[in-house]
């Protein structure tokens, strides 16, 4: 089996477990504003979201759907204060800078580049230990498309067998990867479409370790 050597992490829900509260306080704000721009109840805007997510698995590719600027759910995203909710994380910094330093760490998120930075801020987590970061911002289709990832191969020059793709959702960070020959790992949860799947993401490390053998 080919050794893997870049792992691809997707951040909300990925590097931290989304707590429902967190969630619910970003749909509040995501369903307002599709209300407010389309003209139609918080009810009506809340179904019509639920649905097209339904089918599609991303919040940003729901949004386009639905006829608005995918600005609009990084504007919900960033009005939350996640800080209320989500804490520094020694363990998952220690995953990444020792327990997974011979890998290469890069960031593959839907989530803008102001709202990765302050993220990764919240978190504790040093930009420097990602060797790449790919946001909704570099990018002109955000997952499920596989743009991003195509970035990140770039980034690398390598083969996709040599990457995995980490993340919460099979639609985003599992099923597009797979298109590309990308590896993947789900966490916080069990994927049948995933290569393997994890409890919680402090597991990753020994998943890899596995492969390796």
């Known amino acids: 089996m080919t050794q893997v050597k870049h792992l691809?992490?997707?951040i909300d829900g990925t590097l931290y477990?989304?707590?429902?509260?967190?969630?619910?306080?970003?749909y509040r704000e995501t369903y307002s504003r599709i209300s407010s721009r389309l003209k139609i109840s918080y009810e009506e805007a809340r179904r019509r979201f639920v649905t097209v997510y339904s089918e599609l698995g991303g919040a940003t590719a729901t949004i386009v759907k639905l006829g608005l600027s995918r600005e609009l759910i990084q504007e919900a995203v960033e009005s939350v204060d996640k800080a209320k909710y989500i804490k520094p994380d020694p363990r998952l910094r220690e995953m990444l800078e020792v327990k997974l330093r011979d890998f290469?760490?890069?960031i593959v998120t839907n989530t803008s580049r102001q709202g990765t930075f302050r993220t990764l801020d919240i978190l504790n987590l040093p930009p420097k230990i990602f060797e790449g970061i790919i946001?909704?911002?570099?990018?002109?289709?955000s997952k499920p498309d596989?743009?991003?990832f195509k970035k990140a191969l770039k980034m690398t020059g390598e083969f996709a067998g040599r990457h995995v793709s980490i993340g919460?959702?099979?639609k985003v960070d599992i099923v597009p990867a797979k298109k590309l020959g990308i590896r993947t790992i789900f966490v916080w949860g069990t994927s049948r479409l995933a290569d393997a799947s994890v409890e919680t993401v402090y597991d990753v490390p020994r998943v890899l370790a596995d492969w390796r053998r």
């Open 17 to 26: 477990r989304s707590t429902p509260k967190l969630v619910e306080a970003i």
């Open 104 to 106: 290469t760490h890069i």
């Open 146 to 148: 596989t743009e991003a």
């Open 8 to 10: 691809l992490w997707d």
């Open 168 to 170: 919460d959702r099979e």
């Open 135 to 141: 946001t909704a911002d570099d990018v002109s289709r």
